[in-house]
């Protein structure tokens, strides 16, 4: 995991410290999920290639069990961009915030300067792109966390199951 977000394309990306992208900062990260994770505040999974090989990690933050909502963030080791990894993993762990944690809505920001980012979630087919003025909390404390300008686009419980059913 280190070795990935060390990468100058993703460590940039995720606006990674050298700290948190060593080895030490990367077993603080796993401590922080784990920790998060048994407090009901996240859902992290590793993301894993073909023949297991770890290729990136996926995240459901900032579970909110009153409004039913939650962020989702995604980074992938860059030798694996572009193959399709983003949207499997997607479609995978949104199923399981609608279906086992009984989620409504999935936030998913980006950084205005993360072209990259904005991109993959255009591609997801069960997206709403561009929803900053209907959710303004949820896009200012995005821009708080990140202290960038960024986008905020929706998943939503109905389109992502009925898509998901359509599909799968």
């Known amino acids: 995991m280190s070795s990935l977000s060390t990468a100058p394309q993703v460590k940039d990306a995720l606006g990674l410290t050298n700290d948190q992208a060593s080895l030490e900062g990367t077993i603080d990260f796993i401590g922080f999920i784990l920790e998060q994770e048994r407090l009901g505040k996240q859902y992290s999974r590793v993301i894993l290639d073909e023949t297991e090989n ?69 591609k997801l087919p069960y997206i709403r792109i561009g929803v900053e003025s209907k959710f303004p909390e949820k896009h200012s404390k995005l821009e708080s966390q990140v202290d960038s300008p960024c986008v905020l686009n929706v998943i939503e419980r109905e389109m992502f199951l009925k898509w998901y059913s359509d599909n799968k």
Do not use: M, P
């Not at 993993?89 to 980006?110: M, P, W």
């Open 54 to 122: 770890l290729i990136g990690v996926i995240t459901l933050k900032d579970i909110d069990d009153v409004n039913k909502t939650c962020h989702i963030g995604t980074w992938i080791g860059h030798q694996y961009w572009g193959k399709g990894y983003n949207e499997l993993a997607k479609s995978e762990i949104l199923h399981i915030a609608f279906t086992k944690l009984n989620l409504e809505y999935v936030f998913a920001g980006a950084k205005l300067i993360n072209i990259r980012s904005q991109k993959a979630q255009e």
